[in-house]
């Protein structure tokens, strides 16, 4: 198909990736993304970039974007264990086991949000237009999207993506029947910093999931400040720096969402961190430690939500592509890794269209079939995650524990463990 022409509704991480992918490939390509600075998309925390989004990165970015993103992120050096609430191992696996490979297309790393967004948008100053909210589309008589936005503008060209978060208006509109569900589980994170911690090494160089023998679990991340660390806009939240500049340990503490306050979501930071520690008593010191030093200011509880299936739609020229379709919770942290690896696929099919070899639709109803089954498959694994940590089954979680235990003891057990780690 001659001078293909793509619109992207929503400037994340998928989106930009997309974008840069199909510069790269020379499609005609605009990003409409309703926020108007960098300091806007400050939210969450930072991101692990694992060997599927790596691949989706160096295959979508120009060579000096990559070697950009190579000199910035920090590499995840560290291994993974699953614990007692008393830090004693069922299992743990070290870094070399998780990520044998040295090719950088293959490994894990951590990069801050705001970094890696510098990375995508660099290149993209023609293509990204900035302060363009989307409120609908339409579709034209010769089967081409016209976008309305609220500004009165409109834009249109043959495909319109639908990269516009886990609230996606593109989503309300195609597929007015899905869903985004209450888990019923929430989380409480925090951080806090390494610099003058006294915390035992499981802490500060692993990656941690605590299953106590009751209810509840805790998640402990390592995060390393990004190589090259971008210089923060005046008004730049303060924690910025700690995100970008500083070594952290991030934590999460989760259970289902009768086990607290009905208003946990408003309480401070200081609030939930005695809450926390409440609820962790009688737990390892290291444990309590950790919780008791993080910065009240970087704690706050959120409610998990989760996409619900969705069936295959009659393909059209609207698609979607990653929260906006399978948004999960955080409890298996691939979702930014699953929006880059749709933004791969849906690359490379477009490619196709645009160099003669598919036909439009074709090519985006293999890209959807293909990214329901896999994106879809990343849902149910983040959300049995969730649901896990909200179990109160004694016995579940003994026969768990005495699972991850033999996982550590059986070579080919623990082998296949760390393949799926390292995925």
């Not at 790596?54 to 050096?77: E, H, I, K, M, Y």
């Not at 979607?320 to 791969?344: F, K, S, V």
């Not at 849902?379 to 109160?392: I, K, M, P, T």
Request: aromatic share 6%; proline share 4%; net charge neutral.
């Amino acid at each position: 198909m001659e001078n293909l022409t793509v619109m992207i509704i929503g400037g994340g991480v998928g989106g930009l990736c997309l974008a840069q992918g199909l510069r790269r490939a020379g499609v005609a390509v605009t990003v409409h993304e309703r926020t108007r600075a960098r300091t806007d998309w400050l939210q969450g925390y930072r991101i692990h970039i694992n060997p599927d989004g790596a691949r989706a990165l160096r295959a979508c970015l120009p060579a000096a974007n990559w070697q950009a993103f190579l000199d910035t992120v920090s590499v995840d050096g560290g291994g993974f264990a699953f614990t007692t609430e008393q830090l004693t191992d069922l299992v743990r696996l070290t870094a070399d086991e998780i990520a044998p490979s040295g090719d950088p297309g293959e490994r894990h790393y951590g990069v801050s949000r705001i970094s890696l967004r510098e990375v995508l948008l660099s290149g993209l100053d023609d293509v990204i237009h900035l302060g363009r909210e989307f409120t609908h589309y339409e579709t034209t008589a010769d089967g081409r999207v016209t976008a309305h936005f609220t500004d009165s503008g409109s834009a249109t060209a043959d495909v319109l993506i639908g990269a516009d978060g886990a609230n996606s208006r593109v989503r309300r509109q195609l597929l007015p029947h899905a869903r985004r569900i209450d888990t019923g589980v929430v989380a409480i994170a925090g951080k806090r910093r390494l610099d003058g911690a006294t915390l035992p090494r499981a802490l500060t160089h692993d990656t941690n999931l605590v299953i106590p023998r009751d209810r509840g679990s805790l998640f402990t991340a390592v995060w390393h400040p990004d190589r090259r660390v971008v210089v923060p806009d005046r008004d730049a939240p303060a924690e910025f720096l700690l995100d970008n500049a500083a070594p952290f340990v991030l934590w999460g503490y989760s259970d289902v969402a009768a086990a607290f306050p009905a208003d946990v979501e408003s309480l401070t930071g200081a609030d939930l961190r005695r809450l926390v520690l409440a609820r962790i008593d009688g737990w390892a010191q290291a444990l309590r430690d950790l919780i008791d030093g993080s910065d009240p200011l970087t704690v706050n509880a959120l409610r998990l939500r989760s996409a619900t299936p969705v069936d295959a739609w009659p393909t059209t020229s609207v698609t979607l592509l990653g929260d906006a379709i399978h948004n999960m919770t955080p409890m298996a942290g691939i979702g930014a890794n699953t929006a880059l690896r749709d933004a791969e696929l849906l690359c490379h099919r477009l490619t196709e269209v645009a160099a003669g070899g598919s036909a439009l639709l074709s090519a985006l109803r293999d890209y959807e079939r293909r990214m329901l089954d896999y994106g879809f498959a990343a849902v149910r694994q983040s959300l049995r995650n969730a649901r896990q940590a909200g179990s109160d089954s004694r016995l579940g979680r003994a026969a768990f524990r005495t699972m991850m235990r033999l996982a550590g003891a059986v070579p080919p057990m623990r082998r296949r463990m760390a393949a799926q780690l390292g995925r």
